[in-house]
């Protein structure tokens, strides 16, 4: 197999190199804050044989991937919430379950890998919190230099994981896409190899490997995928996964794609519906999908047009509903960004074939923001002296 880049606005073709970040003729219309225009994705020429692994369909040798155990992450069949809510055929990809527990570890392990291959030592981002922890323990695990900006606002558990993993962090006094502008200065100046989200090629592409475990696992193609939305980035993964698997013939036809954003944080789908994307400050429980401009929203737009996906929200009371609801009835805790995904199905489900095969992506571990998850429950606010009293 031999892989290039090609720009998803005009087509062009590059070579893979560590320097190639977008296109340099359509991002010379990028305008400040705004989503990037002439994102790359890999193209991928050649055949599959018979027995593939994963592998075969990334575009840099095995051989260099650090030692971390990255993907290959548990499918669950949720009985109880599969008959109360009568879908016998209802999956939960549990990605909480990566090493730096939450979906980014995907596209960490691909930059990461490219990072050793073309001997660069040092890899810089910017993070609402899971991209930067998780670059940071992939980067420990292959010796790399991992410098992250983070936003004020992020959750103490993900900060706390980047400084435990080495990583040099400036938090940043400001929001996501403030981190994002220094970052990539930072990168200019310093030099090295950016891993901001659709920014680096290969975080796409790094994020598709769910798509290839979910056929792997399910023997098939799932029906229906509902995925919790930010900048755009793991929706676009999932589909590059199935449109890669149906190019080499071995899907037949592309799942419907449900992206799930918080109604106070959505600029894809105002986009969805408008056909533009506004600047609007946000805010919302699930600080993963927090997102004022969606890096990667014209991309992730196209894709959704293009393969009849759809876009929905949801409310911060509905995510945090979902939340202890998926963990009480599942044993499945996941981060608010990860319920949102399960609150998205859990509205569109009288719209659903209850016989379809659908997959809900639970894209983080609920630990990683232990203070949100606490709006779901009642925590105990006397203390006990003997069991007399509670009899
Ligand atoms: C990053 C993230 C998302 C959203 O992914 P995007 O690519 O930004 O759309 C969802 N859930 C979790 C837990 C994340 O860390």
């Given at each position: 197999?031999?892989?290039?880049?090609?720009?998803?606005?005009?087509?062009?073709?590059?070579?893979?190199?560590?320097?190639?970040?977008?296109?340099?003729?359509?991002?010379?219309?990028?305008?400040?804050?705004?989503?990037?225009?002439?994102?790359?994705?890999?193209?991928?020429?050649?055949?599959?044989?018979?027995?593939?692994?994963?592998?075969?369909?990334?575009?840099?040798?095995?051989?260099?991937?650090?030692?971390?155990?990255?993907?290959?992450?548990?499918?669950?069949?949720?009985?109880?919430?599969?008959?109360?809510?009568?879908?016998?055929?209802?999956?939960?990809?549990?990605?909480?379950?990566?090493?730096?527990?939450?979906?980014?570890?995907?596209?960490?392990?691909?930059?990461?890998?490219?990072?050793?291959?073309?001997?660069?030592?040092?890899?810089?981002?910017?993070?609402?919190?899971?991209?930067?922890?998780?670059?940071?323990?992939?980067?420990?695990?292959?010796?790399?230099?991992?410098?992250?900006?983070?936003?004020?606002?992020?959750?103490?558990?993900?900060?706390?994981?980047?400084?435990?993993?080495?990583?040099?962090?400036?938090?940043?006094?400001?929001?996501?896409?403030?981190?994002?502008?220094?970052?990539?200065?930072?990168?200019?100046?310093?030099?090295?190899?950016?891993?901001?989200?659709?920014?680096?090629?290969?975080?796409?592409?790094?994020?598709?490997?769910?798509?290839?475990?979910?056929?792997?696992?399910?023997?098939?193609?799932?029906?229906?995928?509902f995925?919790s939305?930010?900048?755009?980035?793991?929706?676009?993964?999932?589909?590059?996964?199935?449109?890669?698997?149906?190019?080499?013939?071995?899907?037949?036809?592309?799942?419907?794609?449900?992206?799930v954003?918080a109604?106070?944080?959505?600029?894809?789908?105002?986009?969805?519906?408008?056909?533009?994307?506004?600047?609007?400050?946000?805010?919302?429980?699930a600080?993963?999908?927090?997102?004022?401009?969606?890096?990667?929203?014209?991309?992730?737009?196209?894709?959704?047009?293009?393969?009849?996906?759809?876009?929905m929200t949801v409310t911060d009371t509905q995510i945090i509903q979902a939340q202890?609801y998926l963990?009480?009835?599942?044993?499945?805790?996941?981060?608010p960004?990860?319920a949102a995904a399960f609150a998205g199905f859990q509205k569109a489900?009288?719209?659903?074939?209850?016989?379809?095969?659908?997959?809900l992506?639970?894209?983080?571990?609920?630990?990683?923001?232990?203070?949100?998850?606490?709006?779901?429950?009642?925590?105990?606010?006397?203390?006990?002296?003997?069991?007399?009293?509670?009899?």
């Amino acid at each position: 197999m031999d892989f290039s880049y090609r720009c998803t606005v005009c087509n062009a073709s590059y070579e893979i190199t560590s320097d190639r970040m977008v296109c340099p003729v359509c991002s010379r219309h990028q305008e400040k804050d705004q989503p990037l225009t002439g994102v790359l994705e890999v193209e991928l020429h050649g055949t599959l044989d018979t027995h593939f692994n994963v592998f075969d369909m990334l575009p840099v040798e095995p051989e260099y991937f650090p030692s971390i155990p990255v993907g290959n992450t548990p499918l669950w069949e949720p009985e109880n919430i599969r008959r109360s809510m009568g879908f016998g055929r209802l999956f939960i990809k549990d990605d909480g379950l990566n090493p730096t527990a939450s979906f980014k570890d995907r596209a960490s392990f691909l930059v990461s890998a490219a990072a050793k291959k073309f001997n660069i030592q040092d890899i810089t981002l910017a993070s609402t919190g899971n991209a930067g922890s998780s670059m940071a323990g992939v980067g420990a695990a292959a010796g790399q230099r991992v410098t992250l900006f983070l936003p004020k606002t992020a959750p103490l558990a993900k900060l706390v994981q980047a400084l435990q993993y080495g990583a040099t962090v400036y938090r940043v006094n400001g929001n996501y896409d403030m981190a994002y502008d220094m970052s990539l200065e930072f990168s200019r100046l310093k030099g090295g190899i950016n891993r901001n989200t659709a920014y680096n090629p290969l975080t796409i592409e790094g994020k598709k490997t769910v798509s290839l475990e979910l056929v792997n696992q399910l023997g098939q193609a799932p029906d229906v995928v509902f995925v919790s939305v930010g900048d755009g980035c793991i929706l676009s993964g999932l589909y590059k996964g199935f449109r890669d698997l149906k190019e080499l013939g071995r899907i037949d036809s592309i799942p419907k794609i449900i992206g799930v954003q918080a109604e106070t944080s959505d600029a894809i789908s105002r986009a969805f519906i408008s056909g533009k994307f506004e600047n609007i400050p946000t805010s919302t429980v699930a600080d993963s999908i927090c997102v004022d401009v969606p890096r990667n929203g014209i991309h992730a737009l196209a894709q959704l047009k293009q393969f009849n996906g759809e876009m929905m929200t949801v409310t911060d009371t509905q995510i945090i509903q979902a939340q202890a609801y998926l963990s009480s009835s599942t044993g499945l805790f996941t981060e608010p960004a990860g319920a949102a995904a399960f609150a998205g199905f859990q509205k569109a489900a009288p719209g659903l074939d209850p016989e379809s095969v659908i997959v809900l992506l639970a894209t983080g571990n609920g630990l990683k923001d232990s203070s949100s998850a606490t709006l779901g429950i009642q925590v105990p606010e006397t203390l006990i002296d003997s069991v007399e009293e509670i009899l």
